[in-house]
């Protein structure tokens, strides 16, 4: 009998994972263009991302009700009329959102890339948002944040942000009903005019891309001239005292526990070495979080840990929710599993595994074009040269259990956390 089929087959490590290869062009008016093609597929990717977030607005929300207003109509077209427009060259249009920036994305054929961009175009430099749909947002997000703040892990994670950050930090302020409804359409007009401008726009381009196409996209972008006048707002601010904050729920069953301390963004040297500690600690199926409180003791149905980071900066977090009979033993777990890591060396086969999965996730990322484009964008929008991300794949491949334990020693300590409990 082949052994495979007793023993299964061989696990030969991840040797390496590379970015494929970029091309960046300049628009005629000075954007930049991060180009990945090679595609088989006749299908195009534009994604067009704007600084233009929270460390730029003056008024609270304003970036988020931008966003998702975008697409309602501009000078040129009502928001009826984009939809039809793109429906009928079987275009996907969407605009979302992060804490720092604002994102434009179009997937179409290559055939309606022209027409579907100069809607696109138009809709990131003339936006309009209509009244009625600035009162249909408003009444949306008033009954979104009702129904959310009503939930223990969204008032855990809202705690926290505000305590890591300060309540008037960008990073860190909380959304509230007032702040949307005290918007009107002047208002996201002047936020819009002061935030939006090529000079703020970095593009990314991916999928069968041409010589022709790239030439469509220099037309179609050649009358966008506007130029941002918002500076970025102060983001310094003082570590904040570390705090034990306990809140009342409705739910009088569960409780949601969160830990959290402040870290760094993406290119401080220490990211990719706690990236794999804090995978290994609590960022997978199979992690020491997981297999102890869920899987051993059987107190939640999911507890992780991991590294939120935005272009400025990046805490570290632990989560899960229990119920309250749990909660004590949960705490002491948690501290249990990281005094394991600050004591003992991780074994070499769990190492393995964990460098492995992560690895893997690498490459599932870097999958075709469209998905390897997401990966760049990732890297320039917080700020990084293309190399760091070898630098990270590097680490990530090469951390020894003896660089696991002095990280853990280094940035993993309960003491130095804010804890919420809701």
Do not use: W
Request: proline share 4%; with cysteine; glycine share 6%.
């Amino acid at each position: 009998m082949n052994s495979e089929r007793v023993n299964g087959p061989k696990i030969n490590p991840i040797q390496q994972v590379k970015l494929p290869p970029i091309e960046l062009h300049r628009t005629s008016n000075g954007i930049p263009v991060y180009i990945v093609s090679g595609s088989t597929q006749d299908v195009l990717k534009l994604e067009i991302v704007v600084d233009a977030g929270r460390p730029y607005e003056h008024l609270r929300t304003a970036s988020r009700t931008i966003s998702t207003l975008l697409k309602e109509g501009t000078t040129n077209r009502s928001g009826e009329e984009i939809a039809n427009s793109l429906e009928f060259y079987g275009a996907t249009f969407n605009t979302s959102s992060d804490i720092d920036t604002c994102k434009v994305s179009l997937y179409c054929l290559s055939k309606y890339f022209e027409p579907a961009a100069e809607i696109i175009v138009d809709v990131l430099a003339n936006a309009s948002f209509p009244e009625p749909e600035l009162k249909q947002f408003k009444a949306n997000m008033k009954q979104r944040l009702e129904i959310d703040l009503m939930k223990n892990d969204v008032m855990a994670y809202r705690a926290l942000t505000e305590s890591l950050y300060g309540k008037d930090h960008p990073y860190g302020y909380n959304s509230t009903i007032d702040n949307y409804q005290s918007l009107n359409r002047q208002d996201i007009l002047k936020e819009y005019d002061a935030m939006f401008g090529k000079d703020r726009c970095k593009i990314f381009l991916s999928g069968n891309v041409t010589p022709e196409i790239i030439k469509i996209l220099d037309r179609t972008l050649s009358n966008y001239t506007s130029q941002a006048t918002r500076r970025m707002i102060d983001l310094e601010s003082s570590v904040p005292p570390i705090e034990t904050i306990k809140l009342e729920s409705k739910n009088p069953y569960q409780s949601a526990l969160r830990y959290g301390k402040r870290l760094f963004n993406k290119k401080h040297e220490d990211y990719a070495g706690v990236s794999v500690l804090s995978t290994l600690f609590g960022g997978y199926f199979g992690s020491r979080l997981m297999s102890n409180i869920r899987e051993d003791k059987g107190y939640t149905y999911n507890i992780y840990s991991g590294v939120d980071t935005m272009a400025h900066d990046g805490y570290l977090y632990i989560s899960t929710e229990v119920g309250k009979e749990y909660l004590e033993d949960t705490k002491k777990q948690i501290k249990h599993e990281i005094d394991v890591l600050r004591s003992d060396l991780v074994p070499e086969t769990e190492l393995t595994m964990v460098k492995n999965y992560m690895a893997g996730n690498y490459l599932s990322m870097l999958d075709g074009p469209l998905k390897s484009s997401r990966v760049i964008r990732n890297i320039i929008c917080s700020g990084m040269e293309l190399s760091t991300f070898d630098q990270i794949i590097a680490k990530t491949l090469t951390i020894t259990s003896e660089e696991i334990r002095e990280l853990a020693n280094k940035y993993l300590k309960l003491s130095e956390m804010t804890e919420v409990v809701v």
